[in-house]
């Protein structure tokens, strides 16, 4: 069964931080690099950060230094620890695979929303 359930989005003031959470199926998560992905209404999905199955890992230069990604191997979890968030850190996040397949599944999501 292919599942990916975000949570542990919500609403916050700047400055502050959040914690999301990936549950993902093992069929998604298993000998694969794993990434947290972000996206407004109307916008394309964009890139924040991926964690290989070995441990190397990427963060897109907006979030350089804020945000921290790991995962579980043993649980088939993934992490996004996101601190001194900014307004514009306000999107849907999701989390999948990287790369992601064209046409692939996505899980719902979870909201952060940033105010300022």
């Known amino acids: 069964q292919v599942q990916l359930v975000e949570s542990g989005g919500g609403l916050v003031q700047a400055g502050g931080s959040l914690r999301l959470s990936c549950a993902a199926s093992?069929?998604?998560?298993?000998?694969?690099?794993m990434g947290w992905y972000r996206q407004a209404p109307g916008k394309q999905r964009e890139l924040v950060a991926f964690?290989?199955?070995?441990?190397?890992?990427y963060y897109a230069d907006s979030v350089k230094g804020r945000f921290t990604i790991s995962r579980d191997n043993a649980k088939n979890m993934v992490y996004l620890q996101m601190n001194s968030l900014k307004p514009d850190d306000t999107f849907v996040y999701y989390c999948?695979?990287?790369?992601?397949?064209?046409?692939?599944?996505w899980g719902q999501g979870t909201q952060v929303t940033v105010s300022s």
């Open positions: 093992a069929s998604i998560f298993s000998g694969n690099a």
């Open positions: 964690i290989g199955s070995g441990g190397n890992i």
């Open positions: 999948n695979r990287y790369p992601t397949i064209p046409y692939g599944y």
